[in-house]
């Protein structure tokens, strides 16, 4: 079975510091790792993805990814009251060079506090 | 451009009745994925579509569920004598389908409550 497992929070931060979200996988052979934004009602959106070990940046957010340790986290800096939202982690493989489906965590709640 | 569209965006509907989702994916996109979300949960993977054809079926729950796409483009997911446990958002995307890390673009979802 493969799993993705997330803290499910809530994560509470005041404005201005950063949220760290954590996620680990169970399938040695994911490849591909996701980060979506899910507000409350409405379907999700991708943040950004990563596929190599280290770190990856776009603007506030930074995502992390150890294989090793099978690992991934999203670090949001500078949080906003209007990040406050579920983040959900995925994780996916590939299937004779397509990607396959995505295998996501109950995601972590996320509350940005003014 | 516009994203991927499903309908209805709710429905309402009674123990053992017969649904249809509809979704509608991007442009161009030959891959297309339903997922299902219960409440408190991630998006759980259902089927996979790349142009006309299931490519992996291995989420639907049991055989009450069937999804079809007959022209690689909108796809329909079939859901026979519905219980209460079916209730959820059903989400649909969509991606290019291409080799490589391929993005997944998420539609708005049909909530679907059995009663």
């Known amino acids: 079975q493969k799993e993705v497992e997330q803290n499910s929070g809530p994560l509470s931060v005041p404005e201005g510091a950063i949220a760290s979200l954590n996620c680990t996988y169970s399938?040695?052979?994911?490849?591909?790792f996701f980060w979506y934004r899910q507000y409350s009602g409405k379907s999700p959106e991708l943040i950004m993805f990563i596929y190599s070990n280290g770190d990856k940046e776009d603007g506030r957010f930074t995502a992390q990814l150890n294989k090793a340790s099978q690992y991934v986290s999203l670090l949001i800096r500078d949080s906003q009251p209007s990040d406050s939202a579920t983040y959900l982690c995925?994780?996916?493989?590939?299937?004779?060079?397509?990607?396959?489906?995505?295998?996501f965590g109950k995601g972590t709640k996320l509350s940005v506090k003014p | 451009g516009a994203g991927v569209s499903q309908t209805p965006s709710n429905k309402v509907t009674e123990k053992g009745k017969y649904v249809e989702l509809r979704c509608d994916p991007i442009?161009?996109?030959?891959?297309l994925y339903w997922y299902r979300q219960s409440l408190g949960q991630g998006p759980e993977f259902l089927i996979y579509?790349?142009?006309?054809?299931?490519?992996?079926d291995s989420g639907l729950p049991n055989d009450r569920f069937f999804a079809v796409r007959p022209e690689g483009s909108v796809s329909t997911l079939k859901i026979q004598r519905t219980e209460r446990g079916d209730s959820a958002v059903y989400l649909c995307a969509s991606s290019s389908g291409g080799a490589g890390t391929d993005t997944q673009y998420f539609g708005p979802g049909t909530r679907l409550t059995v009663l």
């Open positions: 995925a994780v996916t493989a590939y299937y004779g060079g397509s990607q396959g489906n995505l295998i």
């Open positions: 442009s161009g996109h030959t891959a």
């Open positions: 399938d040695r052979g994911s490849q591909s």
């Open positions: 579509f790349q142009g006309t054809g299931a490519a992996d």
